[in-house]
């Protein structure tokens, strides 16, 4: 069960490159950056958005205040909580290498000031600071099962907003069918951009229906914290019925667009990965069973389970599209 190993760009091994370490990056901001976050930080905040002293708030700050936040009891699963320390050091990141063990190297990610754009169909284009953004947001935590494409699996607590408080900020116009999302490309932190065959930047979609589902979430924080770079700082997707490639980490942008995004996976290996990529026990990857899956805190192989066991809330969002390939 060690599908971790089987890499999910194998046949492209020939032309891997010895991987580099992280340029050491700087520890302080240059002053146009810190210009420009101030700038950026200035949009839409208002005196109330603001917690009360903060002088940093405006875009060099700490969202720290903001963790622990309430958990909703209304997501939880019975399934062992993983350990912190296995959810934070096993991760999938490219940007920072292709393999398991990037949570060092992620610490060399600039993640303040930190714009989001939000653009295309909206009636409210707007660019926005991180921290503006997530202190006008309703923050609460979830607990949810998780499921890797690779197959392992672990159950976390994501502190984050419904993706729907974003779409509704963003107030989608009538055309807007999906909502296209993008990682941060920073060459200078980010030694996996150099590893040229891949189609950066990270980008995923979803349709406005999975969007706006209640399940989506944008995460923030994960454990009662800010969210660590590894995991995705400082904004990341969180879909849980959808294999985790869809969690889309560190976003800077979404595009609301009448046209279906062609996401990472699917644009490197359409027969391997598509768009809808929905959790399905019985539906095999091309290279691998889906059958079960392996949890990441005891190693323990587990039957995986029809849209990760979240069916009653989003199995209606695929009636009458049997026709699509809707679990790759
Ligand atoms: N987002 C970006 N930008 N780059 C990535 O390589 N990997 C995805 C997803 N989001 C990835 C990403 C995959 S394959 C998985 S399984 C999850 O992130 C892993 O999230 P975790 O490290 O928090 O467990």
């Given at each position: 069960a060690q599908l971790e190993d089987d890499m999910l760009i194998r046949r492209k091994k020939g032309w891997e490159i010895p991987e580099r370490d992280a340029t050491p990056q700087a520890i302080y901001q240059n002053r146009r950056q810190f210009l420009k976050g101030i700038a950026a930080g200035s949009i839409g905040a208002t005196a109330a958005s603001l917690p009360l002293g903060s002088a940093l708030a405006q875009g060099t700050g700490t969202t720290a205040d903001l963790y622990p936040v309430s958990r909703n009891p209304a997501y939880t699963v019975d399934r062992e909580m993983t350990e912190k320390a296995k959810a934070l050091t096993y991760n999938n990141f490219y940007e920072f290498g292709s393999h398991k063990s990037i949570s060092q190297a992620a610490q060399a990610m600039n993640i303040r000031p930190w714009t989001v754009k939000i653009d295309g169909l909206v009636e409210n284009p707007i660019e926005i600071d991180f921290e503006d953004l997530v202190r006008k947001m309703p923050l609460e935590e979830r607990v949810y099962r998780f499921r890797c494409v690779e197959?392992?699996?672990?159950?976390?607590?994501?502190?984050?907003?419904?993706?729907?408080?974003?779409?509704?900020?963003?107030?989608?116009?009538?055309?807007?069918?999906?909502?296209?999302?993008?990682?941060?490309?920073?060459?200078?932190?980010?030694?996996?951009?150099?590893?040229?065959?891949?189609?950066?930047?990270?980008?995923?979609?979803?349709?406005?229906?999975?969007?706006?589902?209640?399940l989506s979430m944008i995460a923030t924080g994960i454990y009662g914290e800010e969210m660590p770079k590894q995991n995705g700082a400082p904004l990341r997707l969180v879909t849980p019925w959808k294999y985790g490639f869809k969690n889309i980490k560190s976003i800077v942008r979404f595009t609301f667009t009448d046209e279906r995004p062609v996401s990472f996976w699917e644009e490197l290996n359409k027969d391997e990965y598509g768009f809808w990529a929905n959790v399905n026990p019985k539906v095999p990857h091309p290279r691998w069973s889906q059958a079960q899956e392996r949890l990441l805190n005891n190693g323990e192989s587990v039957p995986t389970l029809i849209y990760n066991g979240y069916g009653d809330y989003v199995a209606d969002i695929y009636k009458g599209m049997e026709n699509e390939k809707l679990f790759m």
């Open positions: 197959g392992w699996a672990m159950t976390v607590p994501w502190s984050g907003f419904p993706m729907k408080a974003l779409v509704d900020f963003a107030k989608p116009l009538s055309g807007a069918k999906y909502v296209e999302m993008e990682t941060a490309s920073q060459k200078e932190t980010m030694p996996g951009l150099r590893q040229f065959w891949y189609p950066w930047p990270y980008v995923e979609g979803l349709s406005m229906a999975e969007a706006t589902n209640e």
